[in-house]
T-cell receptor, first 116, second 111 residues
Framework: NAGVTQTPKFQVLKTGQSMTLQCAQDMNHNSMYWYRQDPGMGLRLIYYSASEGTTDKGEVPNGYNVSRLNKREFSLRLESAAPSQTSVYFC???????????????FGPGTRLLVL | GEDVEQSLFLSVREGDSSVINCTYTDSSSTYLYWYKQEPGAGLQLLTYIFSNMDMKQDQRLTVLLNKKDKHLSLRIADTQTGDSAIYFCAESYSNTDKLIFGTGTRLQVFP
């Protein structure tokens, strides 16, 4: 049981390049999330998916797209990277859309992205 | 809008107690959470408290909730160097399964 896995761990991009961050969970969770973490700003939600086949914008969706490929996988795409997207990106999953401890989110180890 | 606030830094001596504070805004939050992030790692759930509780104790951790003031605190007894990390509080967002995280408090424990 690996929990939440993310690839790659590190990436350096030039401005304008594109890339996809991969996330997978093996806990049979319904909901998955993408966050970015910047110094002094905590975690900000980019997109989330409450179930397979659905995605919704979070707090900071501009410049990103997502795909919920199946129940296990949720990818984040940067079509044209900008220096402002330099950040640490975390994927998370939770058991169900609803109240209670099922809200508990389990996090991957993060992807450190530098855009030059 | 929803906002969760924490102080950015806390420094304590090994063996002392640490108290990390958090204020939140959504009074409809059913659960409030504390997560820990060690260097270079993702967030791990430490504990959570149901909104109709005032206190929850779990070994060295004590969570206090003041709903009237929308204030949440995490007390770590007998703080150890391994407790050095960033601590995030989080509230659920408008009765959804989304969480709003605070900015995080960096706890440094010195000998």
């Amino acid at each position: 049981n690996a929990g939440v896995t993310q690839t790659p761990k590190f990436q350096v991009l030039k401005t304008g390049q594109s890339m996809t961050l991969q996330c997978a969970q093996d806990m049979n969770h319904n909901s998955m999330y993408w966050y970015r973490q910047d110094p002094g700003m905590g975690l900000r939600l980019i997109y989330y998916s409450a179930s397979e086949g659905t995605t919704d914008k979070g707090e900071v969706p501009n410049g990103y797209n997502v795909s919920r490929l199946n129940k296990r996988e949720f990818s984040l795409r940067l079509e044209s990277a900008a220096p402002s997207q330099t950040s640490v990106y975390f994927c998370a999953s939770s058991a169900a859309a609803g109240r209670g401890p099922s809200e508990t989110q389990y996090f991957g180890p993060g992807t450190r992205l530098l855009v030059l | 809008g929803e906002d969760v606030e924490q102080s950015l830094f806390l420094s304590v001596r090994e063996g002392d107690s640490s108290v990390i504070n958090c204020t939140y805004t959504d009074s409809s939050s059913t659960y409030l959470y504390w997560y820990k992030q060690e260097p270079g790692a993702g967030l791990q759930l430490l504990t959570y408290i149901f909104s109709n509780m005032d206190m929850k104790q779990d070994q060295r951790l004590t969570v206090l909730l003041n709903k009237k003031d929308k204030h949440l605190s995490l007390r770590i007894a007998d703080t150890q160097t391994g407790d050095s990390a960033i601590y995030f509080c989080a509230e659920s967002y408008s009765n959804t399964d989304k969480l709003i995280f605070g900015t995080g408090t960096r706890l440094q424990v010195f000998p």
